[in-house]
């Protein structure tokens, strides 16, 4: 009866997932890892730090005082908090940032970008932004572009949607 139910319930989910939703979901995927792939190349290639050095800089530039706390940061970067930890151990070790404690908590602790980070973002973003250009925008046209940023909205406020209802 329990394997009746779970075939049951898998040719649900399955029936939703049409063949070529599938084929989109998997051709963002191998996309997305192609192009990160290649910018990540041409970063090394230019001397800089990995993408993920930058996605942390980034998130400390735009936060208030260019400062988060270690939860947020692992939020916005989309990484687990060990996963964060061990990547601002990283950075703080080439200077481009430093923790410091959390005046509200005593277990916490916020990183802060420091000048060298931000020099550091600085000399990144033009590597990058020709990656996104010449790998990316490039092969989109105007409508396509709005296109994938209604789509991908759509998607994020679902996803975000059913996260809070966890």
Known sequence: MQKQRLLAIIKIMTAELDESRNTAWRAFLTTHATVIELIERELAEAG????SWYDILFALYEAPNHCLRMHELAR????????IT???DRLEAAGLLY????PT???GASAA???EGLATRQKMW?????????YFGRHLSDAEVNVVIEAFRRVQTAACEAEESD
């Open 126 to 134: 033009p590597v990058y932004a020709q990656g996104i250009s010449k």
């Open 113 to 115: 970008i420091t000048a």
């Open 86 to 88: 061990r990547l601002v």
């Open 99 to 102: 923790r410091q404690p959390c």
């Open 48 to 51: 800089l730090p990995p993408l």
């Open 76 to 83: 916005a970067v989309l990484l687990t908090r060990s996963q």
């Open 105 to 107: 908590d005593r277990r």
